[in-house]
């Protein structure tokens, strides 16, 4: 079974270096590693192409400017040579047995089109500990039937890719693009399978101003793809207000009363981000609906 390891990277000079080695120490190597640079600017390019200089045969690296992260996603998956696909991110650590696990998910399940796998965060303050306690999956509270996977860790076959049509690169600077990638998978009948023991690692966002963009960009990118509903009421595949309060609980439980606290403006600055989002998401269909009425 040969499988080409995708991903798409913009300006993680400070990340690109673990990421790679963390590839290449897997103990069962991609067949390829294809990756597309969005036009970085602080040398991250370089560092690809020194490890492109060492590994020729199995590592290509493709330039394209201004490419958003659906677009990268789908050139590297377009350039891909093989009929299986591993989706991975920089900034994410992968332990080494992270694909060899992807590729057993699809070896013991041949009707499988998605082998889903999970990720969790580490931390280093006890504001990150506290965004990863309220906001990030543990396993016992994930509905698998529903779980959209993330594209930091899965695979697919590359047939579905192309079935649906790729990742939507008109969604706003191509994010949220993998959850509109895989709701549209389980629209359309593909079959996922869930590998809860296929987990890689990465770190949440280090400071509020950071946090309220990265979810003013979720929640805008699912109003105007039109998945929003999905987004705000569901987290890994369970209603949100449950999974919110369950952590807060388990919080509680553990005694880590300082992360309770912490965790109540974290996640007022959430609830902001995806309602500012949202509206910012409608406001741009209104334009462009008006736009497409005018040029009639």
Partial sequence: MKISLCATVKNEKHSIDRFIKSIL????LPDEIVIVDGGSTDGTTDVLRKYQ?????????YV????????????????ARYD??????AGTEYPQNWLIELVHGFEENASADIIAGFFETRFHT??????S????????????DKFLPSARSVAFKKEVWKGIGGYAEWLPHGIGEDSHFFLRARNAGYKFVYAKNVTCYWHPRSDPIELFGQYFQYAKGASVGG??????????????????ARNLGRLLREGRF????????????????KVSGMIAGRLQKIRVRGTDRAGM
């Fill in 133 to 144: 306690a309220v906001l990030y999956p543990k396993s016992d509270l994930i509905n698998c």
């Fill in 126 to 131: 006890v504001y990150e500990e506290s965004i």
């Fill in 227 to 244: 998945f929003f509903s999905t987004f705000f009421f569901q987290a890994y595949g369970t209603n949100a207000f449950s999974f919110t």
């Fill in 84 to 89: 299986y696909i591993a989706s991975a991110d």
């Fill in 53 to 61: 200089t060492q590994h020729p045969d199995l590592l290509r690296i």
């Fill in 258 to 273: 300082l992360c309770f606290i912490t965790s109540v403006p974290i996640l007022m600055i959430v609830l902001l981000g």
């Fill in 25 to 28: 120490n897997q103990s069962r």
């Fill in 64 to 79: 394209e400017p201004d490419a958003n992260i659906a677009r990268g996603r789908n050139i590297s998956i377009a350039e």
